[in-house]
């Protein structure tokens, strides 16, 4: 399409509801994550009272929540808690700002496309997940209470067998939504990487941030399909009574097996940790170098390691199965394979630690966030070797480690790598600056109690704190553990108090912060290509592309007088536009839609 | 490139420094004590992993703060401009990834294999065993041992609820399966834990070495009160479990109930299972 010919303003509906453009899509991702992540959170803190202080009214809003038990949480209350602390986050914190909002926003201007290639699909995806969240977020107000199963939803307590209410039924239902939504999302991704790229932009002369969220919608479009079909069967157990995974327990009878819940839940829930961390790899690969004013370490290594580990990702997930009584062969099978895994990551970790060593760093509030990405999944990843091995997982599984474990890889790292990239790209967002004082505070703030808050979750798990426990003081083996409780606790509270400087910051900056320079960050990938605020069709012409997007300091353009170098710059020496489209095999893309 | 000598003392700083501050912490935060003959090989697999670890922590943590503080932007030193694409960048960070899998990775691989095979799921069939069945429910945990005539499901099997008693010194093997949903039978004093599921047996075995009192613990999410699905694990001397088998066996056999369904959920001993 040109981006003028069949330009007409929309009304407020077609604007800001029922819009079709990308950027006005990946803003209502962001709000209904923001909303995802305030719940989640607020979900965790109140957990985490609980924790500390078993059977005691919870202080301020505990009354109102809890009116029956008198503010206190009771255990029914607290096993909702954790199963929709998971679950929100999972799919309606992480899952729309990482993948929906970042991939919506990014791939089409970091790959030079006007939009996305089929945007009606991506209006869809929205509303579909918007439809997920009403059955989500509704089924914790249904007679019966809402799910309380733990995220993972294991039959045959997830059938009715264990929970009869509308609420577990209404979960599943969501689940499946926002599963039909994730693959919409996907489908799209994957086309429009491949068929919209700017002329001269060959595969690996694109952003890390856009392999990151490529392979995770790739990731997506396997794998959400197994996790749909499980909610399909689970949806026929608990509504038309058939007896797909609730069945050999004395109280029904029947010929189903609730362990083939757990693979199919597995084979998409192992690549589902990697379709969370994929995005904020991507993201931090790129703003490491971009701060650090030096290309990205073996960035074709980067990306291929990036791959190696989507490929392999499918391929470890009865590591989660140790003590189901898997089979020998396949443990051993699994457990190997999950080993392997941590070859790629370790070398695209190192290429990380390389590309931050003899910058010139900028420690401006993006590059803080992506440091604590590297620290954190450090620890993360590191304490995961403990779980591939079947010895010590027969011990650590269930317990605390598991849930520190996860929780540094997957969840800190994730909200990390998330607000690296908010803090990055608000000024093209926005055409507005985050306050960086107030950024610098909610990092420092954040890195320290969420290392107090796992890390301390690792010690009490390696002393034997098995997980989902409403009241530790059950167990006279856990009694001593209760000052670390308190401590993370503690800590968990003020990591929550810390993102109140975050919400200050983005709502002031929103309205009124600060104006944002064209190219804040001098930065020479694509979306600072474009103007501020950014045209109806993204771009006035769309750039040829003449190089990757990490040339900095690099000694052939010392005489620029700057330190970086616009992938769209055609300097001496350059081919000429031909010449380079020819060499790529990336002429520029048809007129996909219009 | 990062260079050697400062990698190496990295390394040395992670010992003296990181090592003893970390196993300070860890001595503080140990598990209950190790009652089995097995649940050494996870405790010392654990720690000479840990160390492993620490020592590759306090690199990474070294090249960040570091970096940070030496390399930040008002410092005039050259930048580094270094792509590493060359086939010697790829040799060097291969050859690194592939150390650190074949000795931290390989020795939790190795030990592994040799655990599950010589120990863990290492289920004897034969030999002067105590045998146990299992049958855990919301929330409760019922036991099954045989009573005098050596057989399952028979008149006079002691069945006990959240109270296993057995001997010390003799290996035990454990059946189980589940009554509702599913449940994780985990001795935190035996460094293992196996799911019981309804629908198929699953298995356990360990030897118990030292008598007393120790937690059984459900490890498996399994309903609202999860929380204080707790039994007691009575570890008995062999004189001490002898006496209350004989008498336990006479009450159950005086005690039987043909008519009671609920009582008889043992099955038949799988031997070869």
Redesign the interface.
Known sequence: MSADAHHHEPGFVGKYIFSMDHKMIAKQFLWLGLVGLAVGGLMAMLMRWNLANPGEAVPLVGNMLFPDSGGVIP??AY?SLFTMHGTIMIFFAITPLLIGCFGNFCIPLMIGARDMVFPLLNMLSFWTAALASVFMFGSIFVPLGGA???WTA????STN???PGLGMTMWVVAIFLIGTSSIMGAVNYITTVIRLRAPGMGYFDMPLTVWGLWLTAILNALFVPVIAAAMVLLFFDRVFGTQFFA??????DGT????LYQHLFWIFGHPEVYILILPAWGVVSDLLSFF????A?????TALGMTAVTVLSAVVYGHHMF???LS?LL??SF??LT??I???A??FF??W??T????????ATPMLFS?GV??VF??GG??G??L?????D??L???YFVVGHFHLTMAAAAFLGFFAGLYYWFPKFTGRMLNENLGKIHFAGSIITITIVFCGML??G???M?R?????S????LQH?AP?TNIITHSALTLGFFQLFFVVNFFRSWFAGEKAPENPWQVGTLEWATSNPIPHGNFEHIPVVFRGPHE????DYAHLGR?WVAQWEQLPGDPSPEERIASTHVPAPQAAHS | ??PLRRLLAAVVIGLLGAGPASAG??DA????VDISKEGH??DS??YV?TIM?LV??AI??Y??VV??IR???K?S?H???????ATR??TI??V???S??FV??GN??Y???E???DA??NYPTEGDLTRVQIMPQ?WAWRFRLPGNDGQFNTADDIVTLNDLRIPVDKQVIAQMQ?????H?F?L??V?????A????V??MTFTPLQTGDF?V?C??????????M?AEMKVLSTADYARWHEEASFWALSGFDEEDAEAH?GWDWEANE
Not at chain 1, 468 to 472: M, N
């Open positions: 255990p029914d096993a309380a199963s733990g294991y039959p045959t307590l067998v264990g929970l069945a050999g327990s004395a109280v029904v189903g097996d609730p362990i650090s004013r030096k290309p370490y073996g960035y074709k290594i003590s189901t009584g020998p443990g051993q457990m190997v080993m392997i941590s070859v790629p370790e070398i190192l290429n630690l390389h931050i060593w003899k910058g010139r760093i900028r420690m440091l590297v620290f450090g620890l590191l304490t070797l403990y591939a091995s079947i010895s010590t027969l011990y599984h269930d317990t010690l009490q390696w002393a034997g098995h989902r426990i409403y009241d530790h059950v167990y006279t083996y553990l670390m900095f300091n690099n000694p330190d | 490139m990062i912490f860890l935060y140990k598990p209950p090989r996870v697999l654990f992993t670890l590759l922590f990474l943590s090249v960040l970096s940070s390399h930040r932007g410092s030193h930048v580094h401009f270094h792509r590493g694409h960048d790829l960070a291969a690194i990834s592939a650190i899998f931290v990775d939790l691989l030990n592994s294999y655990d599950i095979n863990f799921w919301q589940s009554a509702d949903v599913i994780s985990f935190p004093n460094r293992q834990k196996i799911d599921n309804p629908g198929s699953t298995k937690e613990v490890a498996e999410m399994c309903g609202l009160n999860h929380y204080k707790r959920w």
